[in-house]
């Protein structure tokens, strides 16, 4: 029987055994000596040998929880982030072979973790690399644009095809740092130096990057909010994910629309809010526009990263709302997007305060 391999059940069994001749015997011998009180000698055995039957199942099944607390101890460790945790398997039995099984998924899940890190890392490094290949043709492509838009001036037709030509360089450049940005947050090899930093700082340096092309396009970008609101982030980072938001609201508004940057402090939350009255997005987008190089099937709405836009020229490529998404994330945040076609787009980005926790 494999239930007795295990030691411990063995010896039990034995002691009950043990427990149930040697009061059996005494009630024989009382029984012989003193037959006028054979009754009470067999019911005193019984007793006494269903207590100690008791009183050994007891010390048993008390040992047996404790290693079980160990055990679940031991599991809780592993899912801390101790990978070197480990149930204790040095006996024989079925509990000791569930553990074993155990041990053996935590060597198999470390092991999985690890080839994880390690693809992540070779993606980083590759794209890294790429990028760097890339960018001393870009610079001289740039540098070549930028003499045939000046040989160009005269002739309308070839200075369209210049500045076209401008746009998708900038695209291509934008597509590079985006890559190996996400890529450097999925491999977990940024560290982020986080300060309590001044909300309304931050937005109004976002809000002095993008008002040459709010001039350029027609549109108003507006901030609101509360000048003495802080928050602690990394502030490059975060005005990265705020940029990525504003420029999606104008790659999908037209001439005249407004955008607007706001924030506001709760009993336990920051919030900043980014909200446009442009196209807005249809439905069927909506669970799908963080995913990476998303494309709409619904161009004529506009939605996010669609690379279609209501009067603007969007130039999405799928990369700016996972961005943002993710460091919004890495601060242990979210991003919650309401919208309605043809009536604009709210981004609100939720950050808890770890003192009011």
Same mark, same amino acid.
Not at 166 to 195: S, W
Not at 255 to 269: D, L, P, V
Not at 301 to 321: F, K
Not at 325 to 344: M, W
């Given at each position: ?77 592993? $899912?801390? #982030? %101790?990978?070197?945790?480990? =149930?204790? &398997? !040095? ?10 099984? /155990? ?119 507006? $901030?609101? #909010? %509360?000048?003495?609101?802080? =928050?602690? &982030? !990394? ?10 938001? /504003? ?111």
């Amino acid at each position: 029987m494999k239930i007795l391999t295990n030691r411990k059940i063995k010896r039990l069994f034995i002691r009950l055994l043990l427990a149930f001749l040697f009061f059996t015997l005494i009630s024989v011998v009382c029984t012989l000596l003193q037959p006028e009180h054979s009754a009470l000698y067999v019911l005193l055995s019984f007793t006494g040998a269903g207590l100690s039957a008791f009183a050994l199942l007891y010390r048993y099944f008390r040992e047996q929880d404790r290693i079980l607390d160990e055990a679940a101890a031991q599991i809780r460790d592993f $899912l801390s #982030g %101790d990978t070197d945790a480990r =149930l204790s &398997c !040095d006996e024989e039995g079925g509990l000791y072979r569930l553990f074993q099984e /155990v041990n053996s998924l935590a060597a198999i899940l470390n092991a999985h973790a690890e080839n994880e890190k390690r693809a992540k890392l070779f993606l980083k490094d590759t794209i890294s690399n790429i990028s760097h290949q890339l960018k001393t043709p870009l610079a001289a492509l740039n540098v070549y644009n930028g003499i045939l838009q000046e040989e160009t001036a005269d002739a309308p037709e070839l200075q369209e095809f210049a500045n076209l030509s401008e746009q998708e360089l900038d695209r291509i450049e934008n597509l590079v740092q985006n890559l190996l940005k996400i890529t450097r947050l999925d491999a977990g090899t940024i560290l982020f130096e986080k300060a309590e930093e001044n909300v309304s700082d931050m937005m109004s340096s976002v809000e002095k990057h993008f008002s040459w092309r709010a001039e350029q396009e027609g549109k108003t970008l507006s $901030l609101a #909010g %509360d000048d003495t609101i802080t =928050l602690f &982030c !990394d502030r490059t980072w975060l005005m990265e994910a705020v940029s990525n938001l /504003v420029k999606n609201a104008f790659d999908h508004t037209r001439k005249g629309c407004t955008i607007r940057i706001e924030w506001r402090a709760f009993a336990s939350i920051v919030q900043i809010i980014v909200r446009d009255d442009g196209s807005g997005i249809h439905p069927e987008d909506l669970p799908h526009i963080f995913k990476r190089f998303y494309r709409s099937r619904h161009p004529a709405e506009a939605s996010p990263e669609s690379g279609s836009g209501g009067g603007a020229d969007a130039q999405g490529i799928g990369l700016g709302l996972p961005l943002a998404k993710a460091v919004v994330e890495a601060h242990n945040g979210t991003v919650e997007v309401d919208s309605e076609p043809g009536a604009g787009t709210v981004f609100t980005l939720n950050f808890l305060i770890p003192a009011k926790l």
